[in-house]
């Protein structure tokens, strides 16, 4: 009897299954935001069924297990964030894999790259696979990048090509940027093996090392150490000149001064294999906001000159930037309820992301929207495309130019709460999403 019970169950289960990979989702009348779509800019009825979509129509007047209608809906290929902490494993009470996930999910991401910043650290074929196993069962693509250097100390290279192997989307020393040039030399020259992407953040710890906010006038009356902008410039010049002799491909994140973005601007005009992205909060914050003594806006690198921000935000104009990335970074309670100088840098910011980008950007396009968060990203790391158009393969996220964001402690879904976003009201919302054949709506 136990074994037909078991049996029973089984079959059970699986016809579930079956019957839940086999619903249909119809969105209803969304505008289109994909520059690669021949349906770019239109209104149009998706049909979706598991991972796939089903057809585009002007008007779809056939029948769908389930419809979405929402007013305002734009929906692009799925948003990507190449560069967020999930702390999981080993410190699990900041952030974990699952609510790490369900945050990405209410900011509209449907893949992340989680950093090898954890313990023990992603250095090895064995703690990717973890990622990799733990992350079937989520609600969105979440990806290791495998670390550069073995416990991400900046001393030996780890295991680069085994952790491609096993499912490493890219490689970085993550919060800790690699200061050997030798090591960064190697690491480069490693991944042209099988075309894959070097990540770093640019801060050059020998300058910057008991910096707590950037160095200037505001730094000196609030008698606070300072990490001068050339600590992020220098790196930057070193790394664009080992790209110019390895001649393989380098994306630098979190870029915070006007004069790192130009170095970058001038090596894409040579014809190098340079991306970068930019975080929310440089974007949204300044070293003035800083006058406080506020924790939640501790950060590395850290908030820089008005001067620095508006540069950073015409680049996002005129395309030098290539993606948008949050940079993560949950801390609990005690991490930043404490002295500016003993608190723990970082921001949890993926699910204000996207609402902060058009609040400072308004007049920015639907299509240049989603190769912010979506397609540039998915070219970089070589992803799959995710393009908008029958039969197409596709991840996808909906959202509203018109409508508002405002987290809080009662709606975020991230584990921890340092967020200086929070309560504050954004224009923008993300409406929902679709992955792995499954919505998810925010309304």
Not at 8 to 14: A, D, G, S
Not at 88 to 105: F, S, Y
Not at 192 to 217: C, R
Not at 324 to 348: M, R, V, Y
Request: aromatic share 6%.
């Amino acid at each position: 009897m136990g074994v037909n019970i078991t049996l029973n169950r089984k079959i059970e289960v699986y016809c579930i299954q079956i019957i839940i990979d086999l619903m249909t989702i119809l969105l209803r009348q969304v505008k289109i935001a994909d520059p690669r779509s021949p349906h770019n800019g239109l209104v149009r009825d998706i049909l979706l069924q598991d991972d796939q979509i089903v057809s585009i129509h002007e008007k779809y007047t056939g029948k769908a297990d389930q419809i979405v209608e929402i007013a305002n809906a734009i929906v692009s290929p799925g948003f990507v964030d190449p560069f967020v902490q999930f702390c999981d494993p080993g410190m699990e009470h900041r952030e974990t894999l699952t609510t790490g996930a369900a945050a990405a999910q209410n900011g509209g991401f449907t893949t992340v790259f989680v950093l090898p910043n954890t313990q023990p650290v992603i250095d090895n074929k064995s703690q990717v696979t973890y990622i990799k196993q733990h992350s079937q069962d989520l609600p969105i693509h979440v990806l290791p990048i495998g670390a550069i250097s073995k416990k991400v100390e900046g001393k030996d290279l780890a295991e680069m090509i085994d952790m491609h192997t096993n499912g490493a989307i890219a490689f970085s020393d993550g919060l800790y940027p690699v200061q050997s040039t030798l090591l960064f030399l190697k690491a480069l020259q490693y991944v042209k093996a099988f075309d894959g992407v070097v990540i770093q953040m640019p801060i050059d710890k020998s300058l910057g090392s008991l910096g707590l906010m950037n160095e200037g006038i505001l730094s000196t009356k609030l008698g606070l150490p300072g990490i001068p902008a050339i600590a992020e410039e220098l790196i930057i010049s070193r790394d664009i000149e080992l790209l110019k002799y390895t001649q393989s491909k380098l994306h630098i994140t979190g870029v915070s001064t006007a004069k790192g973005i130009a170095l970058i601007a001038n090596a894409k005009k040579e014809g190098l294999q340079i991306t970068c992205s930019v975080t929310p909060y440089h974007l949204f914050f300044t070293e003035d906001d800083l006058k406080d003594y506020d924790t939640l806006l501790k950060v590395f690198p850290p908030l820089r000159t008005k001067a620095d921000q508006k540069a950073l935000l015409t680049a996002i104009e005129t395309g030098v930037v290539d993606c948008i990335s949050s940079h993560h970074l949950p801390q609990d309670w005690d991490g930043k309820t404490i002295e500016f100088e003993n608190a723990k840098a970082g921001i949890a910011s993926i699910e204000t992301s996207f609402a902060t980008i058009h609040h400072l950007l308004p007049k920015l396009t639907e299509q240049r929207l989603a190769e912010l968060f979506s397609i540039n990203a998915r070219n970089i790391f070589g992803l799959t495309p995710a393009i908008i158009n029958d039969g197409a393969i596709t991840e996808l996220t909906l959202f509203s130019k018109k409508e508002f964001t405002q987290i809080s402690k009662a709606n975020s879904k991230s584990k921890s709460a340092n967020s200086p976003f929070w309560d504050i009201q954004l224009t923008g919302k993300i409406l929902g999403s679709f992955t792995k054949g499954m919505i998810n709506s925010n309304k």
